[in-house]
T-cell receptor, first 116, second 112 residues
Framework: NAGVTQTPKFRILKIGQSMTLQCTQD?????MYWYRQDPGMGLKLIYY???????DKGEVPNGYNVSRSTTEDFPLRLELAAPSQTSVYFC???????????????FGSGTRLTVV | RKEVEQDPGPFNVPEGATVAFNCTYS??????FFWYRQDCRKEPKLLMS?????NEDGRFTAQLNRASQYISLLIRDSKLSDSATYLC?????????????WGAGTKLIIKP
């Protein structure tokens, strides 16, 4: 059982470049999330989705876009990369919204992104 | 004030000792609470949910204090392998859904 799979694991981007972080889950979860984690900071929600075709902004959506064409996939798009987007990005999924069950969230292994 | 706050540590604890840390939250309407463990350069992994009556899983005990709005994690007979950062997460309503709000984590170092 793969759980949540993220690719790539590492990436270096130049300022102004674009890229897509991939996220796939095989647990048939409706709810999916993208977070960024900066050193010494908590996880910050970028975007989330409550099901295929439905996405919404989180706390820090500027500079990012998402789509959810299937239940399994929730890619995160970075347009015009900036040094402030240097971070570790985690994708997560859950059975119920926002921890309303005791199962919490399942996370992917993360993508370490550096923008230079 | 942050919505979910944790002492960043690090807590340096000798192997075999008992250690406890707290996580305070500001939203009194929060209903779900979790402790996650995050190893260096890895993803957070669910350690345990926190139930209203408190709950125990082996050497780990989690408790909820609604009146003072904090959750706690107690680790007994600590092992070297317990060294990690412990994140707390608390849910709250956001737009028409619920989200987990995360603390920045408490770093625990178990020394031989």
């Amino acid at each position: 059982n793969a759980g949540v799979t993220q690719t790539p694991k590492f990436r270096i981007l130049k300022i102004g470049q674009s890229m897509t972080l991939q996220c796939t889950q095989d647990m048939n979860h409706n709810y999916m999330y993208w977070y960024r984690q900066d050193p010494g900071m908590g996880l910050k929600l970028i975007y989330y989705s409550v099901g295929a075709g439905i996405t919404d902004k989180g706390e820090v959506p500027n500079g990012y876009n998402v789509s959810r064409s299937t239940t399994e996939d929730f890619p995160l798009r970075l347009e015009l990369a900036a040094p402030s987007q240097t971070s570790v990005y985690f994708c997560a999924s859950s059975y119920e919204a926002g921890g309303r069950s005791n199962y919490g969230y399942t996370f992917g292994s993360g993508t370490r992104l550096t923008v230079v | 004030r942050k919505e979910v706050e944790q002492d960043p540590g690090p807590f340096n604890v000798p192997e075999g000792a008992t250690v406890a840390f707290n996580c305070t939250y500001s939203n009194s309407a929060s209903q779900s609470f979790f402790w996650y463990r995050q190893d260096c350069r890895k993803e957070p992994k669910l350690l345990m949910s926190v139930y209203s009556s408190g709950n125990e899983d082996g050497r780990f005990t989690a408790q909820l204090n609604r009146a003072s709005q904090y959750i706690s994690l107690l680790i007994r007979d600590s092992k070297l392998s317990d060294s990690a950062t412990y994140l707390c997460a608390v849910n709250r309503a956001m737009d028409s859904n619920y989200q987990l709000i995360w603390g920045a984590g408490t770093k625990l170092i178990i020394k031989p």
